[in-house]
């Protein structure tokens, strides 16, 4: 019984190839606030599942620490030439949840556990309104269709940076704190593996932004709006407390 | 005391946001509170200086959490005044230069920003809090460069210097990961403390943490200060807005040196990281000044003599001369920053006179000069490579006659010799009417800026690392078996010389036509103008990764 559970964690911590689940699943969803309760509750169930099982079943530390390293690097390696956003939104929180492993084996508090799946789900729900938004006007959220959008939607162009520097862990950021963290328990060879995946993060973020905000309009129309006053201030309320939350709750141990 | 520590990061934080929330109502004017605000930095970090030199003890500043602190020491507080110097400069001067570029006050926004994280990190008392600010340099350099939007080359070649920073990020963190699970501390005078107190202690792999810590952070520091096989992002980053590349060139780039001054207190517990720190510096030192000399753009001649000047930096901390590197920095940054500022005038100037010297024929019967002559060259060759030497150690026995007992100061002694008659060869090159005026105002100059160097040199020593125990610690960390020393300079010197006789056959055959260029030449002519396919290596493996990642994820479609 105990075994089942713990297999059917490694659906909601995912695991490659058992990833595809979620993967598939975000794909198929066609309304955006599924999407965003899945982003926030997918990962919680796991850990849930985890918690449940830890005391009874003895997972091979090693194996599966190797296993959740090697699907995070799969998945953020395969974000540099994803073009397709809410694609490049589920594969992230492949590659970020992948992680969460590491402390869950480590005996991580279970608190400190949920808090940070939730630190890394919560800017991939900011990105997945902005690609809906991107879809809404431009029909697609796909990278290198239109470009030069810091040109004509200044605003949304703004979010957008700090909602991608958000996502790829940067700080001040919670997954930053929530990064290092796990860092700290990490053998050196993962810590080796874990700082690569960070840096691919880094490099598939600042392609998904170019390949977006630079260059010149090639599709500037009147019809294209940006986003308006409110509701910019309200993302950077958002953006703000998500980083300040995160600066005051994240466990970087003194 | 601790007020003013906390507000030299604040206040140019403070302007970033209030230059951005009024620039709605002001416009282009808000821009005013962001030079205010530097001006009140550079005198506040005045303060802080004047404060350390009046013998004002180190102080730690503790936010109370895991990170946050701030440090107060001589270091911080020198780096503190340069950093707010060149920002001020930095601004002042694109306050005309950029005023007709789009987004006129978000760049000014961005300037405050990267003082902000600049002075942060040369102020970090915690590990966590360098951390955060040597990213956020990373991320703020490249919006910066990239501040035309509508320009892809400028994004292209910022996108190189943020993947190399982040790069150079990821030693820096193992280091603090590695330093925090042996001296569980995030407080970097604590880890200091706990280094001294047990230098032994091993980490993984029973490697030292002291050598691992130092290899690491050195990693680190070479990312960021350009160091060969690191280096592409700096000559290439032109397409961003001039007064960036002065900031870039003249403080960013720096931060190496800073970085392994901070670690010094580890450093001096090691044993071969700092030889490799050297070589790693004296190849980028090389290879840097071969490829400033083959350019023909004057702002890229400046990226590859920056590093080249990053190599000599390094190289210094490579021979445990600390405080010299970081006079190095500063006095680099301030020349290089004049350098980049005034290239709009240089080329304007060029347009208008092309500057190729005239042929002696010409000035002789066209502009009625008498032709210009040179001396025997024996008696300049005996000049050339005596009056550096004379200079360079009287100077020296003048300041610190125990300097000679060191070995990194004998290394660099040395390359103060090879740079003076490297001078002075360059001066009988020039063809001049008066030669010996020439040459008296040169070595004149030489003398001036050989005493000025010693001095100032000597004076940031006492100031940085007033324990003359600590300093020498240092020097024997970079120290080397002296029989190995000795066949390494004989060894240097040969090539050296043989080099500049090599150059003068050379100068003699092109006189005499006989110049017969052999293929081995041209081979390396092209390698240089390929600058060593270091460039073509790394685009070569970022196409193969990224089609490799686009061929994953068609075969991994489905999930």
């Known amino acids: ?254 | 005391m601790d007020q003013l520590i906390i507000l030299l990061p604040t206040l140019p934080l403070l302007s970033a946001l209030l230059t951005h929330l009024s620039a709605p109502l002001l416009g282009n004017q808000a821009i005013r509170i962001s030079l205010t605000s530097g001006v009140l930095t550079l005198l506040l970090a005045a303060v802080l200086l004047g404060f350390a030199l009046s013998g004002q003890t180190a102080q730690w500043h503790d936010s109370g959490s895991a990170w946050g602190s701030l440090l107060f020491d001589p270091l911080s507080v020198l780096m503190s005044l340069v950093i707010a110097g060149i920002s001020l400069i930095v601004r002042l001067y694109s306050v005309r230069y950029m005023v007709e570029e789009k987004g006129y006050v978000r760049f000014f926004v961005l300037l405050d920003l990267m003082t902000a994280a600049l002075l942060v990190m040369v102020a970090a008392g915690d590990l966590i809090t360098l951390l955060i600010a040597w990213h956020l340099i990373g991320v703020l350099l490249y919006f910066l460069l990239g501040h035309d939007m509508r320009s892809t080359a400028a994004y292209r070649y910022g996108f190189w210097t943020f993947i190399t920073y982040r790069l150079g990020d990821l030693p820096l963190i193992l280091a603090a990961v590695v330093l925090f699970h042996t001296y569980e501390t995030w407080s970097l005078p604590l880890i200091f403390e706990r280094m001294a107190a047990n230098p032994a202690a091993l980490t993984f792999f029973n490697i030292p943490v002291a050598e691992a810590v130092g290899a690491l952070v050195a990693m680190a520091a070479f990312a960021r200060s350009a160091q060969f096989l690191l280096h592409t992002w700096l000559p290439y980053t032109m397409e961003g807005p001039t007064p960036v590349s002065a900031l870039m060139h003249a403080g960013i780039v720096n931060a190496g040196g800073f970085l392994i001054n901070r670690f010094a207190p580890v450093y001096v517990h090691t044993d071969g990281v700092l030889h490799w720190v050297f070589i790693v510096g004296l190849i980028t030192a090389v290879i840097g000044s071969v490829l400033m000399l083959s350019q023909n753009d004057i702002k890229k001649s400046l990226g590859y003599s920056t590093m080249g000047q990053m190599g000599f930096m390094i190289m210094e901390c490579g021979v445990g001369a600390f405080s010299l590197a970081v006079f190095h920095l500063i006095a680099h940054g301030l020349f290089k920053g004049t350098l980049f500022l005034g290239t709009g005038g240089v080329i304007n100037e060029a347009r208008h006179n092309d500057g190729v010297p005239k042929d002696d024929l010409y000035t002789f019967i066209v502009e009625r000069k008498p032709p210009t002559n040179r001396q025997p060259w024996l008696i300049m060759a005996i000049i050339t490579l005596a009056v550096p030497v004379l200079v360079l150690v009287l100077s020296h026995l003048w300041v610190a006659p125990d300097l000679f007992h060191k070995q990194g100061a004998i290394v660099l002694l040395f390359f103060g010799w090879v740079t003076g008659a490297q001078l002075l060869f360059s001066t009988y090159h020039m063809s001049s009417q008066n030669p010996w005026r020439l040459f008296t105002l040169i070595i004149f100059s030489f003398t001036v800026v050989v005493i000025g160097y010693t001095l100032i040199s000597h004076m940031f020593d006492v100031f940085l690392y007033p324990d003359p125990a600590f300093a020498k610690q240092l020097y024997a960390a970079a120290g080397i078996d002296v029989g190995w020393f000795d066949v390494l300079i004989g060894l240097i010197t040969a090539i050296i010389v043989l080099g500049w006789l090599r150059a003068y056959y050379a100068e003699r055959s092109t006189k005499q036509r006989k110049t017969q260029h052999g293929g081995w030449w041209m081979d390396f002519y092209a390698l240089i103008s390929r600058e060593f396919y270091v460039i073509d290596l790394y685009a070569w493996l970022t196409r193969h990764l990224l089609a490799t990642s686009a061929r994953l994820n068609t075969w991994l479609k489905w999930g």
Do not use: C
Request: glycine share 6%; charged share 10%; no cysteine.
């Open chain 1, 1 to 254: 019984m105990y075994e089942l559970i713990a297999l059917i964690t490694i659906f909601f911590l995912p695991l490659f190839p058992f990833s595809i689940l979620f993967n598939a699943l975000f794909e198929r969803l066609p309304d955006l606030r599924l999407r965003g309760l899945l982003l926030l509750i997918w990962p919680q169930i796991g850990l849930g599942l985890l918690h449940f099982t830890s005391a009874n079943v003895n997972l091979p530390l090693a194996w599966v620490t190797l296993w959740a390293m090697l699907t995070a690097t799969l998945y953020a390696f395969r974000l540099l030439a994803l073009r397709e956003m809410n694609r490049w939104i589920s594969l992230l929180a492949t590659s970020s949840w992948a992680l969460l492993w590491i402390p869950a084996l480590n005996g991580e508090e279970t608190l400190t556990l949920h808090l940070s799946a939730f630190w890394f789900s919560a800017p991939l729900v900011l990105l997945a309104l902005l690609a809906m938004a991107l879809q809404q006007r431009f029909g697609a959220a796909y990278t290198g269709l239109y470009t030069g959008l810091a040109t004509y939607l200044p605003r949304f162009s703004g979010i957008l940076v700090f909602t991608v520097l958000a996502v790829t862990a940067t700080p001040l950021f919670p997954a930053f704190f929530v990064m290092l963290g796990i860092l700290l328990q990490s053998e050196p060879m993962i810590a080796l593996g874990l700082v690569i995946v960070w840096l691919l993060w880094s490099w598939a973020g600042a392609r998904l932004l170019q390949s977006l905000l630079v260059g010149q309009p090639n599709n500037p129309s009147d019809e294209i709006t940006d986003f308006s006053a409110p509701l910019t201030w309200r993302y950077t309320v958002l953006l703000t407390g998500l980083a300040i939350s995160g600066m005051y709750l994240t466990g970087v141990s003194a």
